[in-house]
Structure formats: structure tokens, C-alpha cells
């Protein structure tokens, strides 16, 4: 398997398509925090037309090495991470799609004003996690009282991590994360490892999506989107917990962004709608290298 070396650890990645100077690849930046790629699998049909498409999991992740010291993780060692990723595959000029917390190393990624960054797309993601939150428990509270009663009962007594709160916590993310019944494969593998492995995601993050006591929970880039300078494509669902007015408050923010919303997908809408959501992001990269070729 190939990996690459970041910090004196091991990073896998995997790359499909061939390699067209006329478009430069497209690197993928999976959830989580704590995530691993096999939920983006449906974005590998974009490797076409010459266009290599490139995943990986993120340090603490997956097939990657897994550090334990709590004092390794921060936003930027994964900001870091990505730069190391593109010297080692001599990634000179990149699209960058991210995903969740994906889309917010992005923008964070972006904010560092990097070369050959041609465009970042920012799916289903928040540029400020007390607005997140805030719109998180605005959802929560249209579930079952009995089962935002199972939530609060839990997140008092700070047993989160009991079975009941978890099961509670799964019908908000079939309501608002993916609403196909079943869920696919790609997705159910991605949960399984967060299960049993979810220590950059309850270290950085917390428990669940609207119960946030990690470090994240004050991260906050939205008097700093105006920075942003690349083309930037963002795409969610109707039924996202990355509600309109999260994303509306990018959209507003960052010059001429582009924004898509996907009527029958909630918070996984190339997974929920992969034709429509690999068509808006191949006509989005597609525009971009072509202008770039006619100057």
C-alpha cells in the first residue's frame, strides 16, 4: 500500500485515473474529524477524462499511522498534513474537495493562500461551529421526546458513551447525516471504524454532532472567509444538519462562491444523489481548467 511520511508517520493514500496536465487532480478531504475515506468512494467516479482523483485518511485515521498523543492533533497539523501530502505526490497545481469536517480544513487549507490551489468544493460543512451547534440542536429538537430525553439524560450524566445514548444519536443521523435505508456500504465501514476507533473524533470533536466539548467547539473562521481568493463550489443537502443558514453564512462571505443544494439529500448527498453531486462538482472543475487553458 503507498503511504507517505508526515511528522515520522505513515499516511495511506490511493489514487485513480490517469494523469492529464490539462486537469489537474482532485484531492479528497474525508470527515470526521477521526473519519476514513471509504464513505467518499462514490466521488472515484470523477477520475475520468484524464483527471486523477486522490484519497487518503488522515493521520489518526484508517489505514494511516495512529499517534496518541493527545497534543499531536490540532487544525493545523492537518493543514499541515495536506501540504506534506502534495510535496510528496509533486502535486504542483490541485482541486481540493472536502467533505464535513473536510470542507472546513478547506477552507482552512485555502486561508493559508497556497500555490497551484486551483478551487477548493465544500460539501456539507460549517465555517463556525457555535452556529453549527446552535442549528444542530434546532434539528435535535424536532426528534422523538423520548429520544431527545435519552440524549439530554446522558449528555448530563456524561455517559455518552453508553449504548442508549448511541442508538439515540443514530436517529438524528438518519434524519439529517444519510437518508437512504440502508445505509451503503461505503458508509456503514466508515462508521464501524469510527466506532471502533473514534479517538480523534471524541478528542478534537466530543461525543456526537450537537453535544461538542472538544477543542473544536470554539473554532470560528467566519470573519475570515473574505480571504478566501479561489474559485469555491459549495454543495448540501435539503435536509443537511449543515443547514441553509450555515452554509448561507459562507456563501455571503466568501467572493463569488457557488452554491448548490441537493432536494432529497441530507448531510451525504454524494452518497444520496452520486449522479447529480459528481455532475455539479465535474462541470465546476471542468469550467475552472478550461478558462485556466484559454487565457
Not at 495512529?66 to 497534543?71: G, L
Not at 429538537?141 to 423520548?146: F, M, T, Y
Not at 440524549?151 to 444519536?169: S, W
Not at 471504524?193 to 466539548?213: K, M, Q, R, W
Amino acid at each position: 500500500m503507498p503511504f507517505f511520511d508526515f511528522r515520522g508517520h505513515r499516511v495511506w493514500y490511493e489514487t485513480h485515473g490517469p494523469e492529464d496536465p490539462l486537469w489537474p487532480p482532485l484531492l479528497l478531504l474525508h470527515g470526521g474529524p477521526g473519519a476514513t475515506h471509504q464513505y467518499l468512494e462514490p466521488l472515484t467516479s470523477l477520475a475520468r477524462d484524464g483527471r486523477r482523483v486522490i484519497f487518503y485518511d488522515q493521520i489518526g485515521c484508517g489505514r494511516s499511522d495512529h499517534p496518541t498523543d493527545p497534543a499531536f492533533y490540532s487544525v493545523r497539523t492537518f493543514v499541515d498534513e495536506v501540504n506534506a501530502l502534495r510535496s510528496a505526490l509533486e502535486l504542483d497545481r490541485v482541486h481540493v474537495l472536502g467533505q464535513s469536517w473536510g470542507g472546513m480544513l478547506a477552507m482552512e487549507y485555502a486561508l493559508t493562500q497556497p500555490k497551484g490551489l486551483e478551487s477548493i468544493a465544500v460539501a456539507d460543512s460549517p465555517a463556525s461551529i457555535p452556529l453549527w451547534v446552535a442549528e444542530a440542536n434546532r434539528l435535535r429538537a424536532d426528534l422523538p421526546s423520548d429520544v431527545a430525553q435519552v440524549l439530554t439524560k446522558h449528555e448530563i450524566a456524561g455517559t455518552t458513551n453508553d449504548r442508549e445514548y448511541q442508538t439515540a444519536v443514530e436517529v438524528f443521523y438518519r434524519r439529517h447525516v444519510c437518508r437512504l435505508e440502508p445505509w451503503p456500504n461505503c458508509v456503514v465501514r466508515t462508521m464501524q471504524a469510527l466506532t471502533e476507533d473514534g479517538f480523534v473524533y471524541n478528542l478534537l470533536n466530543g461525543p456526537s454532532e450537537f453535544h461538542i466539548t472538544g477543542p473544536l467547539k470554539d473554532w470560528d473562521i467566519t470573519d475570515r472567509l473574505g480571504e478566501i481568493s479561489v474559485p469555491t463550489l459549495l454543495l448540501s443537502g435539503r435536509y443537511d444538519e449543515a443547514t441553509p443558514t450555515v452554509v448561507g453564512a459562507i456563501h455571503a462571505r466568501i467572493p463569488h462562491s457557488e452554491w448548490i443544494v441537493f432536494e432529497e439529500s441530507s448531510h451525504m448527498p454524494h452518497v444520496e444523489e452520486p449522479v447529480a453531486f459528481n455532475a455539479a462538482v465535474r462541470g465546476f472543475l471542468a469550467g475552472i481548467d478550461l478558462k485556466r487553458e484559454s487565457r
